[in-house]
């Protein structure tokens, strides 16, 4: 009997697991498997890495890879549904036929073959930086300029070309092309160095129509593009002090940061450093110029600051003071609206957004505060202004999206934003929010022609509705993209009807003789399938 017992029980054990396993199978979407060829003149490469990237980094950084056999053929597998960018990992080889990796819209399931890529051998130019004594330039980053195709200048800086002990660069993996080489970034920088050097092309003319073309050939070496560069612009420094505006007293370790704002209306900023113990802070390397220093507002930061206006003109700049005062805040709690369970509804990491209506400064700041799992949240750092809230989610593979519905003080509707005053604390804050469920899921078709090398479709949207949603925020959704065949989909709508352009990129701009427009309807909650005809031939 106790045997028998005993039995049951197990079996009953092993019915549960299986139960639970059937569940958890179910409850896993269907992941997809991408797979193709990598060709070097069309020989398969061996050992080459393909990796697909999620197009939206800040919804999930994951990265999936293969390594191709020795024929050149690869899988990638358990991709999960999402946009994706694929390509070969290959330093030193290029690709033949595309500027850029592959767009790909994979859904649940997807089996994608044929995803083939073909390279070419990359081109070097190298050569040698000297200052203006002759010596060589140290850890100095040069620049590349194509002539040819789409994008315009290109500063291949970022990608880690930069001079060694010896004055010497080396770029490689370069498309063949015309080139024009520079270095040094003139009255383009913001401080940040000691040297400030005047663009300078080869060989050796701060004229950029002076330049000599530097040709690359496939698989070939341009060897001496040498530099000369002039003698170092003349720079200056920007030392103050970081004080409490009521006692004057220093205030120790803030972050602060620098903006320029140009004659055109733009700005560029550069934040990040920490005042001394003293509260002291300079900038070394400074152009003349206007400019602003201002305190970098972190999260529960108690204080705030006005940013500081000076110019440089032809001397250093000393004894700048910035005054801090008892800074704002607001909080409240996140309200959601159609959601049942929101510990069960895998909304991941939610945030509030606080962002000020256009005010006459040269500098403003939006604030980011996580809510905490009550749905309670507070932003510190604020002063006083008008404040409009968004709500969005992040997390890995998150494409849930959110519309505010509305903001409410103390149980009273506050329709054109909340107004707070310097130094008040203000609660009561409620902001409902409702999740964001409609998608379009698209598929574009080409009629007649082909695009030109080197072109590709590009998509936007507008809400056709007289509610506005087109200016409702997508927190976390990058532009929606059409893949390499054509697919595309748009998530985290509000339901109603939308207009759907699409036009054709070419050589860094649309061409505006050629935009296809299409309007759909979707509902909340709902998928909404569309198929765009397109004619690229001119019509009569």
Known sequence: ?????????????????????????????????????????????????????????????????????????????????????????????????????????????????????????????????????????????????????????????????????????????????????????GDNRLPGGTRVHRQTFYPSVTDAARATVVEVTEGGEATDIDIMMGRALTAFKV?????????????????????????????????????????????EGVMPGKYSVFIDTEQNAEVR???????????????????????????????????????????????VYAMYERRAIEFDQGFAEQVKPDGSFRINGLSAGVLNFAVGARGPGLNRQFVLVRVERDGFIQPSGVSIKDGELLTGLRLIVKPLSASIRGQVKVEDGELPPNAHFTIWMRSLDESGSSNRVRMGNSSPQIDSRGRFVIEGLAGGTYEINVGVFEEGHIDTSRIFKQQVTVADNSVSDVTMTIKLKPQP
């Open 1 to 185: 009997m106790v045997s028998s017992a005993r039995q049951a029980i197990a079996c009953l054990s092993l019915i549960c697991i299986a139960a639970l396993c059937a569940q958890s199978q179910v409850a896993s979407p269907k992941t997809a498997t991408i797979s193709g060829k990598v060709t070097l003149k069309n020989k398969g490469l061996a050992g080459v890495v393909v990796v697909a990237d999620h197009f939206d980094f800040s919804a999930d950084r994951s990265r999936y890879r293969a390594t191709t056999d020795q024929n050149g053929k690869y899988q990638i597998t358990n991709i999960p549904p999402g946009t994706y960018q694929v390509g070969p990992i290959s330093p030193g080889l290029v690709y033949e036929d595309q500027l850029l990796k592959k767009k790909l819209v994979i859904e649940e399931g997807d089996n994608l073959e044929d995803v083939n890529f073909s390279m070419a051998r990359g081109g070097v130019i190298t050569g040698k930086i000297t200052d203006a004594d002759g010596k060589p330039a140290v850890e100095e980053f040069v620049f590349l300029q194509p002539l040819e195709g789409p994008g315009g200048p290109t500063m291949y800086a970022r990608a880690g070309i930069v001079t060694d002990d010896r004055g010497v660069y080396r770029a490689y993996g370069l498309r063949a092309g015309k080139y024009k080489v520079y270095v040094g970034q």
């Open 239 to 283: 030392t103050g002090q970081i004080v409490d505006g009521e006692t004057g007293k220093p205030v120790p370790n803030l972050r602060y940061g620098i903006v320029e704002v140009t004659s055109d209306g733009s700005s560029t900023s550069t934040s990040g450093i920490a005042a001394n113990a003293n509260g002291e802070f300079k900038f």
């Open 305 to 351: 600051a006005d940013p500081v206006p000076f110019e440089v003109v032809d001397r250093d700049v000393t004894g700048l003071v910035v005054k801090t005062v008892k800074a704002s805040s607001v909080s409240g709690v996140v309200v959601l609206e159609g959601i049942d369970d929101p510990a069960n509804a895998k909304l991941g990491i939610l945030f």
